[in-house]
């Protein structure tokens, strides 16, 4: 049994122009000691899938269908007490931007500390402090003991990051939900926490959704990939399917957009146009708009998710047939071939 599976998720936004379909019917579980990547254009519903699921989307003005089953717990529909509960604890996320996911008026140790009280009623402050110094070293912060009682703004990015790990970590969750936790940083310090999660993740034995938009981290830490465009799933398959044998005309795009070695050009190649709006999402497939294969059946009927020939895990939703895929496919894997050597 998985321990996360999310079936058919939905979550629209009312807003004054009308209802934003931010996540339409997503469905994709997660295993125990796991990686799942969510990949995807910025505003393609990644973060949204992942909020929706923790329940931090604001109430007012968000309508939620679908189920997210936590180990036999039903979250979309569950009190929001007992959510809390599960939240920070057996659930954790590490957010894409810690300087404004911190609390600049308290220092790290106080953030740090309250995380483990809030949900340890048997655990005393000193306790609860040695423990934020456990993972505070853990995370790889110099001179902790000190460090403890700064201030977010006395730490750089790459530091804020470790100290989000290691508040998302502090309660020893089962599953792991990582939002961009790269973003802005540069490659070295990247490096380094990609590595860091990969050993907590080992030392702790939590699943972990890694959200990002960029294929190298999903090649460097993820088992299964889920290829999102315009709040739908697109392609979903293990992590070497998404690289060696791609279905998508949208997954071709990002993988085609890569730098390459071997060619010496000033300027990437890129996907044409631009994601649209989730107010008025195209009809039929929803990437038709930008995609050079277009037929007309592509413009009126939205194609299933279906298995690859030979390998019923890995899907996609495309009318193309297999003779064109594996096509463009070999096209695509050459060019990789030839950066390789």
């Not at 920070?88 to 996320?93: A, R, T």
């Not at 999903?218 to 290829?227: L, P, R």
Request: hydrophobic share 40%; net charge negative.
């Amino acid at each position: 049994m998985a321990l996360l599976e999310v079936k058919d998720l939905k979550t629209y936004f009312k807003t004054d122009d009308g209802i934003v379909k931010a996540v339409d019917g997503v469905t994709f579980s997660v295993e125990k000691g796991q990686t799942l990547g969510i990949v995807g254009e910025s505003g393609c519903g990644k973060s949204v899938t992942c909020l929706t699921i923790m329940g931090l989307n604001a109430k007012r003005n968000t309508i939620t269908s679908g189920e997210a089953v936590f180990k036999g717990n039903y979250l979309i529909t569950m009190a929001p007490r007992q959510l809390r509960d599960i939240r920070g604890n057996e659930i954790s996320m590490i957010f894409q931007d810690p300087m404004t996911s911190l609390n600049p008026v308290h220092t790290i140790g106080r953030q740090l500390v309250e995380a483990v009280l809030i949900h340890h009623d048997d655990v005393t402050k000193s306790q609860a402090k040695a423990r934020a110094l456990e993972l505070l070293k853990a995370v790889g912060i110099p001179r902790a003991e000190r460090r403890v009682d700064d201030y977010p703004h006395q730490f750089s990015g790459g530091m804020r990051q470790r100290v989000m790990i290691a508040m998302a970590l502090i309660n020893n969750p089962d599953l792991l939900i990582a939002d961009e936790p790269t973003t802005a940083l540069d490659v070295t310090t990247q490096a380094q926490i990609l590595s860091l999660m990969n050993k907590l993740q080992q030392d702790f034995g939590s699943a972990i959704i890694m959200i990002t938009h960029d294929l190298g981290v999903v090649a460097e830490t993820a088992d299964d990939v889920v290829v999102m465009y315009a709040a739908r799933i697109q392609e979903e398959a293990e992590v070497g399917g998404v690289f060696t044998r791609p279905q998508h005309p949208y997954t071709w795009g990002l993988l085609g957009s890569l730098p390459r070695l071997d060619q010496n050009v000033e300027r990437l190649v890129q996907i044409p146009g631009q994601p649209p709006s989730l107010l008025f999402p195209p009809r039929g497939c929803r990437f038709n708009p930008r995609c050079p294969y277009v037929m007309n059946i592509c413009k009126e009927v939205e194609p299933e998710l279906e298995p690859a020939p030979g390998n019923e895990e890995h899907r996609s939703r495309c009318h193309l047939g297999q003779d064109v895929r594996e096509r463009e496919v070999s096209k695509l894997l050459s060019g990789m071939m030839a950066e390789a050597l």
